[in-house]
């Protein structure tokens, strides 16, 4: 499983590292244990992952929350890992398990991997231009369109989020939201070797907490909102909001942005300036009274090409008027602070207007499989898997359609089981046609979870008119739904948006929305 996730990232690591010696390596960051003699083994690169190890790397094991890295250790050193920097406990087992490899010890080896990392790869970020969006929704598309931007202005940007890990031609499936700090350290290290000047990056609460981020400072942090997810991991929303928190501390950012839409960025906003260690700009971009830096007014959406073009009004006067390619409010939002990020990242305001307007589709963001121009429908491969978003995104769908509204969705297995019923309330309120199926059902029983949606579609629609089920295939159901779709009409398949695979009973399936969509449009309507 780490090994699967790994494997295409593998190739995106720096050509040309210039090693440091192990002795030094632990003098610097206080490691015990025995390097080895004179300067050590030198270390070209860092991994927290046996399946990722390439030849000349330290390897990290880590005490993990369900087996110790170090377990690995014979693995990662016959992937060509010099040395291993463990615990206590990891040592023991290393001595066991890989006897004679250099083995060095720190109380908290997961905090150590991204400083050592980034001095491994001397400090690629401090020569890049950097930003890192979190938040619930809009990470991903904020990320694309702070990438964009930063491209018009620098000539390139990498990019590390939930869809891909790219830099200049160079672009791989990303196994995660954010990588483990040795891989973003080596993304960064190889976007300094390739010319490209700036990093977008996105930044998971997970990411966060278990200190992904370490070792990176970026120039601007921004904050989209805070919604319901992730309550497996973090328990209340207050610790979810903790974790985002921490990314706006010196540590991780030289400046936020954070938008003061709902209370959670209030409160965060609040916190940073109160604290005083980094400058932060409120944004505030859905209508509001509260007093803000930036704020953004008339909104309105583009019922022809699906565009939105908005006002964003900053502290010094600044007016600046743009055009998001992306329906909806949520996206003005993200596209927001996306100029207001770069514009402090040090990106002129027009350069930034302009990029923004010509950014292209983002895969499984609100993708515009088919467009409507008289005869045929709109077809829209979209994301939304938490309520909140689901709720937003049938708005502004709703706002780009004349006739009827479809949804093709369902819900994930092993995962937060009480947003089921929600998401089937927000879509029988929202949408007129609901065509239920699977998402990811992974461990579970695929009929249970549709029916814990239908329960909430229940509640809203008990006769379940204009409601039906597929339990075959989720292919079929987005078949079902452009089937349903006229010219007036609009059809959105939500939930896994990018996703190149379906995860039901233990196996990775090769699947994603978009394709399986463009072929039903080419069936019904032929080739555009
Ligand atoms: C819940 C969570 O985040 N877990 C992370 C945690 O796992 P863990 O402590 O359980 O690790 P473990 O399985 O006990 O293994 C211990 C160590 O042995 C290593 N190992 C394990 C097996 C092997 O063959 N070789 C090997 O070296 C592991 O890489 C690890 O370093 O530490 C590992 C190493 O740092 C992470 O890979 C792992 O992320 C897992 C894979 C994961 O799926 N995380 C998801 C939930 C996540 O991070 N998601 C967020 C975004 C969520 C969202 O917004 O939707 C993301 O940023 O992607
Ligand atoms: N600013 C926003 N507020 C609320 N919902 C949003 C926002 N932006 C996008 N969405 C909805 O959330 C979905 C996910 O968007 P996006 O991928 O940009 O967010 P994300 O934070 O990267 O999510 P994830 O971490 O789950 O990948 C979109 O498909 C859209 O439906």
């Known amino acids: 499983m780490s090994t699967h996730a790994y494997e295409s990232a593998a190739a995106l690591r720096p050509r040309h590292p210039a090693p440091t010696g192990l002795r030094a390596l632990a003098e610097r960051f206080e490691l015990a244990g025995d390097p080895g003699t004179g300067a050590g083994p030198e270390v070209v690169g860092v991994s927290v992952d046996s399946g990722d190890v390439a030849a000349g790397e ?77 938040g619930t929704n809009g990470k991903t598309t904020t990320a694309y369109f702070v990438h964009a931007i930063l491209s018009a202005h620098l000539g390139g940007c990498m990019i590390a989020g939930t869809v891909e890990l790219r830099v200049g031609d160079l672009a791989v499936e990303s196994p995660r939201t954010t990588v483990e700090a040795p891989v973003l350290q080596r993304l960064m290290a190889l976007a300094l070797e390739e010319g490209v000047g700036g990093a977008s990056l996105e930044a998971s609460s997970h990411a966060i907490v278990l200190h992904r981020l370490d070792g990176t400072v970026v120039d601007v942090a921004g904050f989209t909102n805070l919604q319901r997810d992730h309550l497996d991991f973090h328990q209340t929303m207050e610790d979810y909001l903790e974790a985002k928190a921490a990314l706006f501390t010196p540590q991780h950012a030289r400046r936020g942005v954070v938008c003061v839409d709902d209370q959670w960025g209030q409160a965060l906003a609040a916190r940073v300036r109160d604290a005083g260690l980094i400058e932060v700009d409120r944004l505030r971009a859905y209508p509001g009274q509260a007093q803000t830096d930036w704020w953004v007014t008339d909104a309105e959406v583009s019922m022809t090409d699906a565009a939105t073009t908005f006002v964003l009004h900053g502290p010094q006067g600044e007016l600046i008027t743009a055009s998001c390619p992306l329906p909806g409010l949520v996206n003005v939002q993200n596209a927001a602070l996306a100029l207001v990020m770069t514009i402090r990242a040090g990106v002129p305001a027009d350069t930034a207007v302009a990029a923004l307007a010509a950014a292209h589709d983002i895969p499984g963001r609100m993708q515009r499989v088919c467009q409507r121009d008289g005869v045929r429908g709109t077809c829209i491969v979209d994301f ?88 075959t295939w989720r292919g079929d159901a987005v078949c079902r739904g452009v089937e349903l779709c006229g010219p007036e009409d609009t059809v959105i398949v939500t939930g896994k948006g990018h996703e190149p695979f379906l995860e039901a009973a233990g196996e990775f399936i090769r699947y994603n929305d978009a394709p399986v969509m463009r072929q039903a449009v080419a069936d019904k309507w032929g080739r555009s």
């Not at 060095?104 to 970020?125: F, Q, S, W």
């Not at 709720?391 to 769908?397: D, N, S």
């Not at 092993?414 to 046609?433: C, F």
């Open 384 to 471: 939304a898997h938490t309520p909140d978003a689901l709720e937003l995104t049938l708005t502004a769908v709703r706002q780009i359609t004349p006739g009827r509204l479809i949804i093709v969705f369902g819900s994930d297995g092993d995962r937060d089981e009480g947003k089921r019923p929600m998401l089937g309330e927000v879509a029988a309120r929202l949408a007129d046609v609901l065509v239920v199926t699977d998402e990811n059902p992974r461990s579970e029983d695929p009929g249970s979870i549709r029916a814990a949606v239908l329960e909430g579609v229940r509640s809203v629609r008990p006769d379940l008119v204009d409601v039906e089920e597929v339990t």
């Open 58 to 134: 330290l390897f990290i094991a880590l005490p993990g929350m369900r087996t110790h890295g170090a377990q690995f250790a014979a693995q990662a050193v016959a992937a060509g890992a010099v040395a291993v920097l463990t615990d206590t406990e990891g040592a023991r087992i290393v001595r066991r398990e890989a006897p004679g490899v250099p083995v060095l010890t720190h109380p908290d080896p997961r905090a150590m991997a991204g400083p050592l990392a980034a001095e491994v790869h001397h400090h690629p970020a401090r020569g890049l231009t950097t930003t890192a969006v979190t």
